[in-house]
């Protein structure tokens, strides 16, 4: 079995720990009193919420607006009303969401927009239409076709209808475009040290725990771009100044959580476990697209453009070439994982229905994976790290010369 | 003409009745199923799609052959077969947790892919993942495109989130049938679309939709002559999958037309596993799909009360009619793209609890009752909001239930026609208080007094 790491952050100098101390607190922070600060600040300036994966958050930015991911309840929301209106057979993320909406945590927001990812998180859209008819509420559809004339002209006609309403909401006057480009910019920065923040976790997971990774990234929901942006450069200096051991641990990439959250305590159960977690799809909304969006020229196709080119691989989307077997394979040998940990949340038709895709290609190409469920509200962890601790070592002793 | 022809069939002693419509329906179905299985010695290519906003007029002008992988998993489920299929798809390595008809289908596949005439199924020489108002389908097709060496045809359908669907979606629609849909048709068949065919086939559903419609509103009337649920999805509605734009479906509409008009002469109520209904009692709306496994028991557990379904969701969710759409050979890709984007799956919930809510005045029922089914998000998520919706519009209470479209586990018979019992004892309750609407069968609005709502959850 692997050496228990004490709890906290070990080998955190005062810095480090200082930067972790606040992405906690934001962490905990469900009754989203940062944005309720912020906009105090700002004389009453407006904000719009989004649930996962993916929304241009550049066009709230540009809107004059703060755009706040809500991610479900992180486990600390105790469901009252929410089981009243989903079946037991339907995941926690919905019933949590709107726990924190019937409780009045998210009376602070304006708007409220609803990826398009699955059925539920499209019906719960229309939930929000009416039992909340004083925000602004938009289903955000994305194209699953990539044909710049066809996929793409849809997609830019959806993102035009969706920044007319936001600046129609905040009230703004500032020029459209001009706006626009200026918030691409500072997404573009956010995405490049987030981008970073994760390799030098893929380079070196002693010096950078997916615990604290995922805290810098959740920071990212609650605060205005370039605050986050700000707060991953301090804690990647951090980072780089402690001193940690670096320990026997097995690489894994972690996949399947890019809807409803694991719990932290999960992620930190399998860095306990032996797994040093070097790439995952929790919180994608933050990096995505992959790569830079253009600057120059019409910024609403510029983001269109990004969509259709740089978006990660993810169960909600529609792969055109090949199977969503192949890009996770991709993944496992660029980032050198000796594993694949596929954790759904249970319920979730996209992560489960292509479960046995992923497990059939992986065992295909010889990569060693572990599957389970969780709920973002799952409070025992012993059977998880457990099965992450022999998952780990097995791959220790197989890969042993 | 008569309106009934009786048989003798079902279980040993036992008269079934049946309307020469679901003699025909069935042959119809029959004859389908045995072209697929000669599909391939007859060299006509064979196109799996979905049946929400499905593309059969452009199918057939195509002269392919459409199946239909929900069709299948339900014929499994009605044959008892789904619950076998779903263990083996769950074997090997499908969670539990996932729309079960998905597995039903994985399962039917690995058993050798028969389908219920016995005959063995044929490969797709093309999936058509027509992705409309439902998530799980592209999940599906990407699994069954691991299966069969085939190309795929995505056709991406937004959904109506803003209850409308707008021109740029439209066209967005009718772009990819144009570029990726009929190019894709054209490869696989070695044939350009033939644009007269199709108008024809157009032109032909319009006429079949007519008179689907006038059938299915024929149950405004009391008592009603049609089950617009059980009724609706055994005989009426699946006909319209893989025949829509033929003569067949044309010529099958209007003989279930002139039959429904007998009976509506005859002030005769529909026909059920139990014979012709002869003292409706109660009439109700229904969300949500049947339980396939069960199909009979859980219509007699209606037909046995005297109830009758007069309107249902779930014969809207090939395609919805009734704001007035119509295929329309005038403006062939436009109409499908109508079509597609309008089927109930793909309407956001404040259009749905206003369908159902004016059912329920429409068709004067005494209460909606929602049959929950656990494979299905598309469907269950935000019913428990709906319910309540519309019986604070209506005044009507609304009754729910929990079950499956063919996951046997989650079909408890004793609990179904517990709850069913009680929401309609309720509903006797409401109508004697005080207040409440007189008449033989109730009717719609009016009193909120008496119980309100049966509560069924945890
Ligand atoms: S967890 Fe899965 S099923 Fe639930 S809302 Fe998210 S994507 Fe949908
Ligand atoms: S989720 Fe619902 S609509 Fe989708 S395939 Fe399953 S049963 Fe059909």
């Not at chain 2, 007998?262 to 209904?277: K, N, S």
């Not at chain 2, 929990?402 to 109508?431: C, G, H, W």
Request: include cysteine.
């Amino acid at each position: 079995m692997h050496e228990d790491s004490s709890s906290g952050s070990p080998g955190a100098t005062p810095r480090l720990s200082a930067v972790i101390a606040r992405c906690e607190a934001l962490y905990h922070d469900v009754d989203l009193r940062t944005v309720h600060d912020w906009r105090a600040a700002r004389g009453g300036r407006k904000v719009v919420g989004y649930m996962p994966i993916y929304v241009p958050r550049e066009l709230i930015d540009a809107a004059g607006m703060l755009p706040v991911g809500i991610m479900g309840g992180r486990g600390q929301v105790e469901i009252i009303r929410g089981d009243a209106w989903f079946q037991s057979y339907i995941c926690q993320i919905p019933r949590s969401t709107i726990e924190l909406a019937l409780t009045g945590r998210l009376d602070v927001l304006d708007g409220m927009l609803f990826p398009s990812i699955c059925d539920v998180i499209r019906n719960l859209s229309g939930m929000w239409k009416v039992k909340f008819p004083g925000k602004y509420v938009r289903y955000f559809d994305v194209p699953q076709n990539y044909e710049p004339e066809v996929g793409g002209r849809f997609y830019r006609e959806e993102l035009r209808h969706l920044y007319a309403d936001l600046r129609r909401l905040s009230g703004t006057t500032e020029d459209a475009d001009e706006t626009l480009r200026r918030s691409i910019a500072r997404y573009n920065e956010n995405r490049r040290v987030i981008g970073e923040l994760l390799e030098l976790r893929a380079k070196e997971p002693w010096r950078v725990p997916t615990y604290e990774s995922y805290l810098v990234l959740f920071a990212g929901n609650v605060l205005p771009v370039e605050e986050h942006t700000a707060l991953v450069r301090e804690y990647i200096a951090a980072a780089l100044e402690s001193d940690r051991p670096r320990r026997d641990n097995a690489r894994v990439v972690l996949t399947g959580a890019f809807c409803e959250q694991p719990p932290i305590e999960l992620i930190r159960t399998l860095e306990l476990a032996g797994c040093y977690v070097v790439s995952d799809d929790t919180a994608l909304g933050r990096r995505w697209p992959t790569e830079d969006v253009s600057t120059e020229g019409d910024p609403l196709l510029a983001l269109a453009t990004g969509f259709l080119r740089h978006s990660p691989p993810t169960a909600a989307r529609y792969e055109p070439h090949g199977d969503r077997g192949e890009p996770l394979v991709t993944l496992v040998k660029k980032q050198r994982a000796e594993g694949v940990v596929l954790a759904a949340p249970s319920f979730c038709d996209p992560a489960l229905l292509e479960q046995p895709i992923l497990q059939d290609t992986l065992d295909a190409a010889r990569v060693p994976w572990t599957a389970f469920k969780y709920a973002e509200n799952l409070g025992q962890f012993q059977v998880i790290r457990e099965q992450a601790g022999t998952f780990a070592d097995s791959i220790k002793l197989w890969s042993e010369p | 003409m008569s309106a009934e022809r009786e048989t003798t069939g079902g279980r040993e002693g036992e008269r079934e009745v049946k309307d020469a419509s679901m003699l025909l329906q069935k042959e119809m179905i029959a004859g389908h199923f045995t072209a697929l299985s000669r599909a391939k010695e007859e060299g006509k290519k064979v196109v799996y799609t979905f049946v929400p906003g499905n593309l059969t007029e452009l199918l057939h002008a195509f002269d392919v052959l459409p199946l239909y992988p929900e069709i299948n998993a339900l014929q499994s489920g009605m044959r008892k077969k789904s619950g076998g299929y779903i263990l083996e798809a769950e074997r090997l390595g499908h969670s539990e947790d996932v729309c079960a008809y998905v597995k039903s289908d994985i399962g039917m596949l690995r058993a050798g892919n028969v389908g219920p005439t016995g005959e063995k199924l044929p490969p797709p020489d093309l999936l058509l993942l027509s992705y409309t108002g439902c998530f799980t389908f592209m999940k599906w097709f990407e699994l069954l495109k691991r299966e069969y060496d085939c190309p795929v045809a995505m056709l991406h359908v937004p959904y109506q989130g803003d209850g409308e669907f707008t021109d740029e979606m439209r066209k967005y629609v009718v772009d990819q049938l144009r570029s990726e849909v009929i190019p894709k048709l054209e490869q696989v068949t070695g044939k350009k679309l033939d644009e007269a065919k199709l108008e024809e086939a157009l032109a032909k559903s319009s006429v079949a939709e007519d008179d689907l419609v006038w059938v299915l509103e024929s149950a405004k009337n009391k008592p009603s002559p049609i089950d617009a649920y059980f009724g609706g999805v055994y005989y009426i509605g699946p006909i319209f999958t893989a025949f829509r734009g033929t003569d067949a479906a044309v010529e099958y509409y209007k003989t279930l037309r002139s039959e429904v008009q007998v009976r509506l002469d005859q002030r005769l109520g529909p026909i059920t596993p139990d014979g012709p209904l002869t003292n409706e009692r109660y009439r109700l709306v229904v969300e949500g799909p049947p339980s396939w496994p069960s199909f009979q028991e859980f219509w007699k557990m209606f037909s046995g009360e005297g109830a009758v379904v007069v309107a249902s969701s779930y014969t809207k969710v090939g395609g919805f009619y009734d704001h007035g759409f119509r295929h329309d050979p005038k403006r062939p890709l436009e109409s499908l793209a109508d079509y597609c984007a309008g089927c109930y799956t793909n309407l956001n919930l404040p259009s749905r609890i206003e369908i159902l809510a004016r059912y329920v005045r429409e068709y004067q029922a005494d209460g909606l009752l929602i049959n929950s089914v656990k494979s299905c998000n598309s469907f269950s998520a935000g019913q428990l909001m709906i319910l309540r919706e519309v019986e604070e519009r209506t005044g009507v209470p609304g009754g729910f239930i929990e079950t499956d479209l063919v996951d046997p586990r989650y079909f408890s018979a004793a609990n179904v026609k517990n709850r069913l019992e009680s929401y309609l004892q309720m509903i006797e309750q409401k109508r004697k208080s005080p207040g409440a609407p007189r008449g033989p069968s109730g009717a719609a609005g009016g009193g909120s007094s008496g119980p309100r709502r049966l509560e069924v959850l945890p």
